[in-house]
Protein backbone atom coordinates (compact mmCIF):
# COMPACT_ATOMS: atom_id res chain seq x y z
CA UNK A 1 0.00 0.00 0.00
CA UNK A 2 1.40 3.25 -0.96
CA UNK A 3 1.88 6.03 1.68
CA UNK A 4 2.93 9.27 1.71
CA UNK A 5 3.11 10.70 5.36
CA UNK A 6 4.48 15.06 5.87
CA UNK A 7 5.31 15.64 8.90
CA UNK A 8 7.11 19.11 10.17
CA UNK A 9 4.89 21.63 9.90
CA UNK A 10 4.11 24.20 12.76
CA UNK A 11 3.87 27.50 13.56
CA UNK A 12 7.23 29.87 12.77
CA UNK A 13 7.71 33.22 13.06
CA UNK A 14 8.93 35.77 9.92
CA UNK A 15 12.37 34.55 9.28
CA UNK A 16 12.63 31.43 10.70
CA UNK A 17 13.23 27.96 9.28
CA UNK A 18 11.23 24.97 9.08
CA UNK A 19 12.24 21.12 7.74
CA UNK A 20 9.41 19.24 6.07
CA UNK A 21 9.72 15.43 6.04
CA UNK A 22 7.59 13.06 3.65
CA UNK A 23 8.22 9.77 4.60
CA UNK A 24 7.09 7.31 1.71
CA UNK A 25 6.50 4.04 1.82
CA UNK A 26 4.73 0.78 -1.05
CA UNK A 27 6.79 2.03 -3.77
CA UNK A 28 10.75 2.76 -4.28
CA UNK A 29 11.93 5.74 -4.63
CA UNK A 30 13.70 5.17 -7.61
CA UNK A 31 10.96 4.52 -9.90
CA UNK A 32 9.33 8.33 -8.96
CA UNK A 33 9.58 11.76 -8.72
CA UNK A 34 8.88 13.40 -5.58
CA UNK A 35 7.47 17.32 -5.17
CA UNK A 36 5.83 19.55 -2.73
CA UNK A 37 3.25 21.28 -3.16
CA UNK A 38 1.76 24.65 -1.37
CA UNK A 39 -2.19 25.31 -0.58
CA UNK A 40 -2.97 28.95 0.69
CA UNK A 41 -5.68 29.70 2.47
CA UNK A 42 -8.63 30.15 -0.55
CA UNK A 43 -6.08 29.69 -3.30
CA UNK A 44 -5.15 26.57 -5.50
CA UNK A 45 -2.82 23.97 -4.74
CA UNK A 46 0.46 25.16 -6.40
CA UNK A 47 4.04 23.28 -7.02
CA UNK A 48 6.87 24.95 -5.26
CA UNK A 49 9.64 22.36 -5.53
CA UNK A 50 10.34 18.80 -7.02
CA UNK A 51 12.94 16.36 -6.76
CA UNK A 52 13.88 13.08 -9.06
CA UNK A 53 14.36 9.97 -6.97
CA UNK A 54 16.18 8.89 -10.31
CA UNK A 55 19.48 11.29 -10.18
CA UNK A 56 18.43 13.88 -7.45
CA UNK A 57 17.80 16.77 -10.36
CA UNK A 58 15.32 19.37 -8.60
CA UNK A 59 13.16 22.21 -9.77
CA UNK A 60 12.07 24.91 -7.34
CA UNK A 61 9.54 27.57 -8.23
CA UNK A 62 10.92 31.11 -8.46
CA UNK A 63 9.12 32.19 -5.42
CA UNK A 64 10.81 29.93 -3.14
CA UNK A 65 14.36 29.51 -5.05
CA UNK A 66 17.05 30.70 -2.72
CA UNK A 67 14.93 29.95 0.19
CA UNK A 68 13.93 26.41 0.11
CA UNK A 69 16.63 23.33 -0.52
CA UNK A 70 14.57 19.23 -1.57
CA UNK A 71 16.81 17.02 -0.44
CA UNK A 72 15.78 12.98 -0.40
CA UNK A 73 17.30 10.16 1.72
CA UNK A 74 17.17 6.41 0.46
CA UNK A 75 19.58 5.03 3.06
CA UNK A 76 18.57 2.50 5.42
CA UNK A 77 15.60 2.67 3.49
CA UNK A 78 14.32 5.78 5.42
CA UNK A 79 12.91 6.95 1.88
CA UNK A 80 12.18 9.97 2.93
CA UNK A 81 12.55 13.55 0.92
CA UNK A 82 12.34 16.71 2.68
CA UNK A 83 11.66 19.89 1.91
CA UNK A 84 14.26 22.55 3.96
CA UNK A 85 12.71 25.96 4.58
CA UNK A 86 14.69 28.81 5.23
CA UNK A 87 13.99 32.97 5.52
CA UNK A 88 10.16 31.92 5.94
CA UNK A 89 7.89 35.07 4.69
CA UNK A 90 4.32 35.19 5.99
CA UNK A 91 3.15 34.52 2.22
CA UNK A 92 4.64 30.98 3.34
CA UNK A 93 1.91 30.17 5.29
CA UNK A 94 -0.08 27.50 3.71
CA UNK A 95 -1.25 23.86 3.74
CA UNK A 96 2.15 21.70 2.51
CA UNK A 97 1.42 18.26 0.10
CA UNK A 98 3.87 15.88 -0.31
CA UNK A 99 3.38 13.78 -3.76
CA UNK A 100 4.77 11.67 -5.89
CA UNK A 101 5.10 10.89 -9.72
CA UNK A 102 5.78 7.45 -11.41
CA UNK A 103 5.93 9.11 -15.00
CA UNK A 104 7.70 12.78 -13.60
CA UNK A 105 10.74 14.26 -14.85
CA UNK A 106 12.43 16.87 -13.12
CA UNK A 107 14.75 19.10 -14.57
CA UNK A 108 16.22 22.82 -13.15
CA UNK A 109 13.58 24.63 -15.46
CA UNK A 110 10.81 22.56 -15.54
CA UNK A 111 8.84 19.63 -14.85
CA UNK A 112 6.95 16.99 -16.92
CA UNK A 113 4.32 14.66 -15.83
CA UNK A 114 1.62 14.23 -13.48
CA UNK A 115 0.63 12.73 -9.65
CA UNK A 116 -0.21 9.15 -8.68
CA UNK A 117 -0.44 10.05 -5.04
CA UNK A 118 -0.66 12.68 -2.59
CA UNK A 119 -0.04 12.45 1.18
CA UNK A 120 -2.20 14.55 3.41
CA UNK A 121 -0.73 17.65 4.59
CA UNK A 122 0.81 19.84 6.90
CA UNK A 123 -0.02 23.47 7.91
CA UNK A 124 2.96 25.81 8.26
CA UNK A 125 1.96 29.02 9.78
CA UNK A 126 4.39 32.20 9.79
CA UNK A 127 3.30 34.72 11.71
CA UNK A 128 4.93 36.65 14.65
Known amino acids: QVQLVESGGGLVQPGGSLRLSCAAS????????ICWYQQRPGKEREGVSC??????????DDSVKGRFTISIDKTNAKNTVYLHMNSLKPEDTAVYYC???????????????????WGNGTLVTVSS
Open 51 to 60: ISGSDGSAYY
Open 99 to 117: AAGGGMVVTPSRVFGGIDY
Open 26 to 33: GFTLDAYS
